[in-house]
Nanobody, 123 residues
Framework: QVQLVESGGGLVQAGGSLRLSCAAS????????VGWFRQAPGKERDFVAT???????LHTDSVKGRFTISRDNAKNTVYLQMDSVKPEDTAVYYC?????????????????WGQGTQVTVSS
């Protein structure tokens, strides 16, 4: 049974930092592309960043230079380092896994999802 479990969310002041973790089990982790998405109340789930099995990385424009995705295959974990956070970063953050290295930004292309972790940035 595949499981993705996010952790590390919480309340942070604008300009601060958080590191989210996504721990995976039940799959050959190193062979999967893993992405982070976020969903604010009343809005669609948006792409944030993704990292392929080969280590290729893509970040959405609004987080470039502030967020960094990385992975540790030995720990079956993907991280999202969030620096210089802004109130507009407030959302539930989800990690997701997909097998193919295409359509990285499309939520429906991801096969497995975590339950999400809340990030709230105060001004």
């Amino acid at each position: 049974q595949v499981q993705l479990v996010e952790s590390g969310g919480g309340l942070v002041q604008a300009g601060g930092s958080l590191r989210l973790s996504c721990a995976a089990s039940g799959l050959t982790f190193s062979s999967w592309t893993v992405g982070w998405f976020r969903q604010a109340p009343g809005k669609e789930r948006d792409f944030v960043a993704t990292i392929s099995s080969e280590g290729s990385i893509l970040h959405t424009d609004s987080v470039k230079g502030r967020f960094t995705i990385s992975r540790d295959n030995a720990k079956n974990t993907v991280y999202l380092q969030m620096d210089s956070v802004k109130p507009e970063d407030t959302a539930v953050y989800y990690c997701a896994a997909k097998r193919l290295t295409t359509d990285w930004t499309i939520p429906s292309r991801y096969a497995y999802w975590g339950q999400g972790t809340q990030v709230t940035v105060s001004s």
